[in-house]
């Protein structure tokens, strides 16, 4: 399903998002639970970048005029909401480190939480966001790892 010219560590991180995501859709939490463990196997902060594009773009393409603090307190509340009727484990918090992570308003490495935490949250407002904009999540995902293996290969001047 993903591309072979990706390095192995890519093709672990779209694979463990992809399991984390169904494991969202279907509301099992234990699966969610196990896929963000793995995932936090990969090194977390290449794992940040990647759910951080993926969320980054998602809000671009539910608000292409432009993201207001109505709209990220929206995402907040629907998936704090629902990840209190399946997985309360993941704490608000966690949700907020997501979004202000994703648009640049705190430092990725910041996190308030274990990285699994932050990776389930992050899982959760994807499957939140796909959901609303009623758009594959993979699609996200593969331009987020193409765009990072592109940025990766550009030699700064």
Do not use: N
């Not at 998936?79 to 997985?87: S, T, Y």
Request: aromatic fraction near 4%; include cysteine; glycine fraction near 4%.
């Amino acid at each position: 399903m993903w591309p072979t010219h990706w390095p192995t560590v890519a093709r672990d991180i779209a694979e463990g998002v992809d399991t984390a995501l169904a494991a969202a859709r279907s509301s099992d939490a234990a699966a969610l639970t196990e896929a963000a463990a793995k995932l936090a196997g990969a090194p977390p902060e290449q794992v940040r970048v990647v759910l951080a594009a993926v969320v980054r773009e998602l809000l671009e393409t539910l608000h292409p005029d432009g993201l207001t603090g109505e709209d990220v307190q929206d995402v907040l509340g629907r998936c704090a909401r629902a990840a209190v009727l399946w997985i309360p484990a993941v704490p608000v918090d966690a949700f907020v480190s997501v979004l202000t992570g994703a648009l640049g308003v705190t430092d990725m490495e910041e996190r308030p939480r274990s990285p699994e935490r932050v990776f389930e949250a992050a899982v959760l407002v994807i499957a939140d966001l796909s959901a609303t904009a009623a758009v594959p999540a993979t699609d996200y995902l593969r331009r987020a790892l193409d765009e990072i293996a592109r940025a990766e290969t550009v030699e700064m001047p």
